[in-house]
């Protein structure tokens, strides 16, 4: 399989544990993307990389949010000090610089804070 | 106010209607995605516009950039195409903007 994967699926945690989620783009893809989604709403946009570099980042992402893509290849983000706010699908999807932006998702990693 | 709005929130059809679903935003863009999501989350990229008009089988997409408007339309629908249907925009900053998406569902 070839697509995005993320890892893991599922993570239930209890409020105040650090979780770390990870997401593996397609492989030749050099722009990796994260999102959040709570339920019946669109997915809310979080930070993006462009190799390792992060480019963009969400004003609404708070300090307690950490992204980072070390070799330019897979990313991880952490949540420190989880609160039960927190629980949503985090999204990640990736893309070439040179296809006119054209995204592909992850499944994400359901988050239930308890 | 949200960037990207979406309308109709919520629809029902029987299965051959012809479904159109709109998308109005208020960002200058550099691009506009439209994304299907079925139950479990996954999400696939359907078509991605900058101008004019796309078409993938059964699915037509049609963007007016002058009035800010996005539409996707389903000729002959099938069951199969239930689902939550999601307009995105990459404003020229490189923030994307999601709707907060159309649930669809054809009946038999």
């Known amino acids: 399989d070839t697509g995005v994967s993320q890892d893991p699926r599922h993570k239930i945690t209890k409020r105040g544990q650090n979780v770390t989620f990870r997401c593996d783009p397609i492989s030749e893809h050099n722009r990796l993307y994260w999102y959040r989604q709570t339920l019946g709403q669109g997915p809310e946009f979080l930070t993006y990389f462009q190799n390792e570099a992060q480019l963009e980042k969400s004003r609404l992402l708070s300090d307690r949010f950490s992204a980072e893509r070390p070799k330019g290849s897979f990313s991880t983000l952490e949540i420190q000090r989880t609160e039960q706010g927190d629980s949503a699908m985090y999204l990640c999807a990736s893309s070439l610089e040179k296809s006119y932006n054209e995204q592909f998702f992850g499944p994400g990693t359901r988050l239930t804070v308890l | 106010k949200n960037e990207v709005e979406q309308s109709p929130q919520n629809l029902t059809a029987q299965e051959g209607e012809f479904i159109t679903i709109n998308c109005s935003y208020s960002?200058?863009?550099?691009?506009l995605h439209w994304l299907q999501q079925h139950p479990g989350g996954g999400i696939v990229s359907l078509f991605m516009l900058s101008s004019g008009k796309k078409k993938h089988g059964r699915l037509i997409a049609t963007i007016n950039i002058q009035e800010k408007h996005s539409s996707l339309h389903i000729t002959a629908s099938h069951p199969r195409d239930s689902a939550v249907y999601i307009c995105?925009?990459?404003?020229?900053?490189?923030?994307?903007?999601f709707g907060t998406g159309t649930s669809l569902t054809v009946i038999p």
């Open positions: 995105a925009v990459k404003d020229t900053g490189n923030q994307f903007y």
């Open positions: 960002v200058g863009i550099s691009a």
